[in-house]
């Protein structure tokens, strides 16, 4: 199975106009898209169910006429509105909108609680500013109605491409999309107001959804399953690498153990916890299998490189944020180890972003920033701060280090710097329990000790963490996180 596309709506736009140029009209596309919107439709109703479609003034409103003429076929009972004047529907909608043989309402007349479904066809991707006046008023009365809503596209007042609400959203039960799910569909808030997302085909190929240009995936197995490491029968430990993971002093060990006990659980032949001499007792006493080494400050970490057999490296859990931890990245990046820098590795860098800038693009690097560390690194460079879409965001900060970005949280986005983009969405809250991250970057430079590329071992690292706390639940700690990896591996390499 190919890894899911995820198309932005101007990416979605070019790839329905090369399928009308390629000959399928685009009533034909409005004709399927609106069947298949019916077809969900009449899964949710009952025989003589009373429907009202609520159209808006463009194509989303026209797919909204072929649901109600579809849907009145049946032997549904259907009532449509609509948003504005059918005289000025243009196109397609147009077309659409002459297949109706019954009565077109106000929108403002529908009366939304008498229905046992709602179809929402106001606005898709097009919509364009906030919603005000009677599109507003109709999504407040839609929602407050509290019967369930059957999007079409994507429920009406979401901006498709960054998920952001636009004032006032629908909250639907379900959504039909049309070829591929959109940014909104993934991204937070947007997800939260889809309900279930079915994806429709309404005949457009694949090659033609790849041909936008488009690198933007759901994070999910097949976009890395096949990069998976698996040890050969006749591996030994150094095959399956080596990580390191930098401790903080006395008082702050347990971050670095977490990412270590990660790094071993998902694989990587060996690790060790580099200590600084002060804190060797308190990491002796809590370790096993993973083995321990003195390291003083950024001129112990360059010995301690030397050796070769050091492939991957955790930088940042309870380091400080100080010069030390800055100039110990700085050994780190210079010494070309596959590295994931997390926490104070990059709060030290607080408005020191130039510093990092292209720093990461001879070597394999992920950084691992939630919101407020994303914040602080790049304090001053609002080229990157301020676009709306997180997934730019992530974009920019990859191409302005040269590192792969995991921008973290319920929808966390991996951005690779050559504009592979991955959004993952297999999480729990319960994941935001301390030490969390902590455990993520171990197993993403432990994914990397053995050979994974960045970004695969980033997507392959987010995905198995978030299936690993999902597969938890309530009263995760991070300590139990390492210990769930077994199972959710033993699923994926079956
Ligand atoms: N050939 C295609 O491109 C296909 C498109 N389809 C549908 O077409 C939709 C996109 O159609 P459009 O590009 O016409 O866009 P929409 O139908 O999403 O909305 C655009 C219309 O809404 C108005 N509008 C935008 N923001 C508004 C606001 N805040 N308040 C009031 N009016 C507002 C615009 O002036 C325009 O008339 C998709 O979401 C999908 O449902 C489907 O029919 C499948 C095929
Ligand atoms: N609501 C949520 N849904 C899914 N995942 C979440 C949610 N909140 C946090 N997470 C995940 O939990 C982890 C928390 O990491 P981080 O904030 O660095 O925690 P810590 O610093 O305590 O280790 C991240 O992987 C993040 O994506
Ligand atoms: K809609």
Same mark, same amino acid.
């Given at each position: ?11 979605? =736009?070019? &790839? ?5 140029? *390629?000959?399928?009209?685009?009533? #034909?596309?409005? !004709?399927? +898209? @609106?069947? $298949? ?32 003429? =579809?849907? &009145? ?5 259907? *009532?449509?509105?609509?948003?504005? #004047?059918?005289? !000025?529907? +243009? @196109?397609? $909608? ?401």
């Amino acid at each position: 199975m190919p890894p899911e596309l995820v198309l932005t709506p101007r990416e979605m =736009r070019q &790839a329905d106009a090369w399928t009308i140029e *390629s000959g399928l009209p685009g009533i #034909e596309l409005m !004709r399927r +898209a @609106g069947h $298949a919107v019916a077809r969900a439709a009449a899964e949710m109703l009952t025989k003589e169910a009373r429907v009202i479609v609520a159209a808006g003034p463009g194509q989303n409103g026209g797919d909204g006429f072929v649901v109600a003429t =579809r849907l &009145a076929g049946m032997g549904h009972r259907v *009532s449509l509105g609509l948003l504005g #004047e059918v005289g !000025r529907l +243009a @196109g397609d $909608a147009a077309l659409a909108a002459k297949d109706w043989k019954g009565a077109v309402e106000p929108v403002e007349s529908l009366p939304f609680a008498e229905a046992d479904l709602i179809v929402d066809a106001l606005f898709g991707t097009g919509l364009a500013r906030d919603l005000g006046g009677a599109a507003r008023v109709a999504v407040e009365r839609m929602n407050a109605s509290g019967i369930p809503v059957l999007a079409v596209d994507l429920p009406s007042g979401l901006d498709g491409e960054t998920g952001r609400v636009r004032g006032l959203a629908v909250k639907a039960r379900r959504t039909v999309t049309f070829a591929a799910r959109k940014p909104c569909h993934v991204l937070m808030p947007g997800r939260a107001f889809c309900g279930e997302v079915e994806v429709a085909d309404i005949g457009i190929p694949r090659v033609t959804l790849e041909a936008t240009g488009g690198r933007l995936f759901a994070n999910a197995p097949p976009l890395w399953l096949d990069r998976l490491p698996k040890p050969g029968l006749d591996f030994h430990k150094y095959d399956r690498g080596h990580t390191l993971v930098v401790s903080g002093g006395a008082t702050r060990t347990g971050a670095a153990r977490l990412a270590a006990r990660a790094a071993l659980r998902i694989g990587s032949g060996l690790v060790t916890v580099a200590s600084p001499p002060e804190a060797l007792g308190v990491n002796a006493a809590h370790l096993t299998a993973i083995m321990l080494r003195g390291c003083d400050g950024p001129e112990g970490l360059h010995q301690i490189l030397q050796d070769a057999r050091l492939n991957a490296l955790v930088l940042g859990p309870a380091l400080g944020a100080h010069s030390g931890t800055r100039a110990m990245v700085a050994v780190a990046a210079h010494a070309r180890r596959s590295l994931v820098l997390d926490a104070d590795a990059l709060t030290s860098f607080e408005g020191l972003a130039t510093e990092l800038h292209q720093v990461f693009r001879h070597a394999p690097a992920v950084l691992t920033p939630h919101d407020g560390e994303f914040r602080r690194l790049f304090k001053g460079h609002p080229d990157i701060l301020d676009p709306e879409s997180k997934i730019e965001r992530a974009h920019r900060a990859a191409a302005y280090t040269g590192a792969v970005v995991v921008l973290k949280g319920p929808d966390t986005v991996i951005a690779a710097p050559d504009g592979r983009a991955a959004i993952n969405e297999n999480g729990t809250p319960y994941l935001g329990t301390a030490g969390s991250g902590d455990t993520l970057c171990g197993i993403v430079a432990g994914l990397m000790a053995q050979g994974l590329p960045a970004f695969e071992a980033a997507c392959a690292g987010v995905w198995i963490h978030a299936e690993a706390g999902a597969s938890f639940g309530p009263g995760l700690i991070a300590e139990d996180l390492a210990e769930l990896i077994p199972g959710v591996l033993r699923t994926l390499l079956r």
